[in-house]
């Protein structure tokens, strides 16, 4: 039991009859960085908020550092860090007196709270904007002082919920690499929230795909991409140079294929199972007239696993109109009354 | 978690409350704008009695003899004196009435045509004031200034007929025709002033709006923008976020009633009678009053939109219902009832009591008991649902 960080069972919270996380049960052990995989609205940020106690769970329970997330909601507190989707900081604040506020709050005594302003602003080379207000910073400067908020207490459990949203490129690998960084060298055990299958498959040890609320597999990224191999599925891109609306929907039609996705007005991805699916899909498209610029086949990715084991029901999802989209819970409609 | 720790975590949040404040320099104009503005509508939109000035009347002289004439010239002299009334002539009533129609004048004043021989004769001579019906507060107070200056003159006239004609010594005469004599004394210095009246109800009011607008804006703007969140993790006290945000809106609401007080005596020439830690000590009270609600409104309001709402509703009836801008007294017996009912209300009055008239503790006592209970119902109420609502 010593080294488990987090042990959740049953997990849930219903939000009036749905149930935005329902009956999970996962373990993550110490040190490693452990990923939930999902779409918008899937669970991901209400799971986050049960473990870091900012939610009561409806149902289940779990222990955080080896503390009951509801009776000693306080004790585990004092081991979590959260970096949130939206960004814990005041704009009007410059980045170092954002820095103090909770350094203060985390009973961090002047001289080593000093010494660790400096040291995770140096982190992320934003020391010379120290004494800057956090309104004139950019996202992904922003992002940055937000990402290191969350280690000035040195969390034993470091929550990123979604850390690279709405960053460019370059912000999100050089966030990237810090979450990295932070877990070798501080040994934090970081637990990460993302809609994005490169980051999860980058980053973590193992990852949990949650779609509506459950735990659909759970394994190391590896495994998980072995999932898809084991039985017998093939991805392929297809250029084709004249591709049309029919020709997508007769090839989705065909037996053996799970997926199509458009990548862009000539390429499709596609999903397919069986030993002849390869000849089905080309056939399909030579039968059209569809002129084959190149196939490309493909190293299953965790989103050909996410799209293998959700990819029905997202379409369920938006012909039933029932389930929401977005975080959390669907915003109500707002009227504006002076 | 010792009350040590819960009142240092809770400055640091007061701290950075007021640190986000002062840097918006929009904010801090406001400051000083918003009371300033207050006094200045309130303090000139109400009419008072001796207020007017210049006002257009018209004047229609029908007398055929020679005692109008002198009454328009005294009329004319003492005008001259206190510029209350720009004068015209006109012919007749039909006259006056077109031009009050016509919106250029706002009375008249018609001394009739048998005027001189009435007098002569030993009758009363009659004047007749004109007056605009659609302008009910300005016709009272032309009614009643020309009314006393019109019988003020004639008290005069009086006397001296009385010593002329019948000889007697003219320090008895002004007995014989006014044995009574009535004066007007407050219980301190100095006249009734419409600033002196509503300074207190704004200083009240303002730590009012600053504790019920101010702490659920405070708090929902943080709950929307996500930043609460940083505070919910760490591992403090809940009850250090709710007074750290007390704190920063109380030192707000303050700082905002003693700039009034100052705006009130520097320019507005109020006097304060009573003492003014007495005064500060209610400010202090009218926070503690208002916190519970505060707090109450946060709790269970999801958002800023929602919050903005529910305290506009339960604010302007507050406002108007606590004699802050018109005497309570002026109003109907069940809004009276009402108004009982408001903690501004006692707020309103122990401010004004120890303001304009020097009252002690002992004398607002009443008052200083039930903000003091008013203020405890309501945290009792509002602490444990707030904690509740924070752990949703």
Redesign the interface.
């Given at each position: 039991m010593n080294n488990i960080a987090i042990k959740a069972a049953n997990l849930t919270k219903k939000f009036g009859d749905l149930a935005a996380v329902d009956h999970i049960s996962f373990d993550v052990k110490k040190g490693e960085i452990f990923g939930f995989l999902g779409p918008n609205g899937a669970g991901k940020t209400t799971a986050i908020r049960m473990l870091?106690?900012?939610?009561?769970p409806t149902e289940g329970s779990a222990t955080v550092a080896g503390h009951d997330i509801v009776k000693e909601?306080?004790k585990v507190?004092?081991h979590?860090?959260?970096v949130?989707?939206?960004?814990?900081?005041?704009n009007?604040?410059t980045a170092k007196?954002n820095l103090k506020?909770?350094g203060?709050?985390?009973?961090i005594p002047n001289d080593l709270l000093d010494k660790r302003i400096h040291e995770v602003l140096s982190l992320v080379e934003m020391e010379k904007w120290a004494n800057h207000?956090i309104g004139t910073f950019s996202t992904g400067m922003k992002q940055r002082i937000n990402v290191v908020?969350g280690l000035l207490n040195r969390p034993d459990i470091l929550f990123l919920d979604e850390p690279t949203l709405g960053l460019d490129p370059q912000s999100t690998s050089e966030i990237r690499e810090i979450i990295h960084r932070i877990n070798i060298e501080n040994k934090t055990t970081i637990i990460l929230t993302t809609h994005v299958m490169v980051e999860a498959d980058m980053l973590c040890n193992r990852v949990g795909i949650i779609d509506h609320g459950k735990i659909a597999a759970l394994d190391i990224p590896i495994n998980l991409k072995r999932m898809i191999s084991k039985i017998g599925t093939t991805v392929v891109e297809l250029d084709i140079s004249n591709l049309t609306n029919n020709m997508v929907s007769l090839i989705q039609s065909l037996k053996c294929v799970s997926s199509v996705v458009m990548k862009d007005n000539t390429r499709i991805k596609v999903q397919a199972k069986g030993d002849d699916a390869f000849n089905d899909i080309i056939d399909t498209v030579r039968q059209n007239n569809g002129k084959i610029r190149s196939i490309i086949n493909l190293e299953p990715t965790l989103e050909d696993v996410f799209l293998h084991i959700t990819g029905h029901e997202v379409r369920e999802q938006i012909s039933n109109n029932v389930k929401m989209v977005g975080h959390g819970p669907q915003p109500r409609v707002?009227t504006?009354?002076r | 978690m010792g009350a040590k720790k819960i009142l240092h975590h809770s400055l640091w949040i007061g701290w950075k409350d007021l640190l986000e404040f002062s840097r918006s320099r929009l904010r801090l104009i406001m400051l000083v704008l918003m009371p300033l503005f207050m006094m200045l509508m309130v303090g000139f939109i109400f009419p008072s009695g001796s207020s007017i000035s210049n006002t257009p009347i018209a004047l229609a002289n029908m007398d055929e003899g020679t005692f109008g004439d002198m009454l328009v010239t005294q009329l004319e002299a003492i005008n001259s004196k206190t510029g209350m009334m720009d004068l015209s002539t006109a012919t007749d009533f039909d006259d006056i009435k077109t031009k009050i129609q016509d919106g250029k004048i706002s009375g008249g004043i018609i001394i009739s045509q048998d005027f001189s021989s009435s007098l002569m004769s030993g009758k009363q001579g009659a004047i007749t004031l004109v007056t605009d019906q659609s302008n009910p507060q300005i016709s009272m107070i032309i009614e009643g200034v020309l009314t006393k200056t019109i019988g003020e003159m004639g008290t005069q006239m009086a006397v001296h007929k009385l010593s002329t004609t019948y000889n007697i010594p003219s320090d008895h005469t002004l007995a014989v025709i006014k044995p009574y004599n009535v004066q007007v004394k407050g219980i301190v210095p100095g006249k009734p002033n419409y600033f002196q009246f509503v300074a207190p109800g704004i200083m009240a009011m303002v730590v009012m709006m600053s504790l019920m607008t101010g702490l659920p804006h405070a708090i929902s703007y943080e709950k929307d923008m996500g930043t609460l969140d940083g505070m919910l993790v760490a591992p403090i006290n809940r009850f250090s976020i709710i007074l750290g945000k007390v704190i920063a809106q109380t030192t707000r609401g303050l700082v905002q009633g003693l700039i009034i007080l100052a705006l009130a005596i520097l320019i507005f020439g109020v006097v304060i009678y009573g003492n003014i830690l007495l005064v500060i000590f209610l400010l202090l009270l009218c926070v503690f009053s208002f916190v519970g609600l505060g707090i109450l409104i946060t709790s269970f309001t999801e958002n800023e939109e929602t919050a903005t709402m529910v305290m506009m509703t339960l604010m302007f009836p507050m406002m108007f219902l606590s004699g802050v801008f018109f005497p309570m007294q002026e109003m109907p017996w069940y809004m009276q009832d009402i108004a009982h009912c408001l903690p501004l209300t006692y707020a309103t009055t122990a401010l004004r009591g120890v303001m304009v008239l020097g009252a002690g503790v002992s004398a607002i006592s009443t008052e200083i008991m039930v903000l003091i209970g008013f203020g405890t119902v309501m945290l009792l109420i509002a602490i444990p649902m707030f904690k509740k609502a924070m752990s949703k």
């Open positions: 870091c106690t900012l939610s009561r909601d306080s507190r004092e979590i860090g959260l949130s989707e939206k960004m814990i900081m005041y009007l604040l007196e506020l909770f203060k709050l985390y009973n207000q908020r707002k504006r009354i | -």
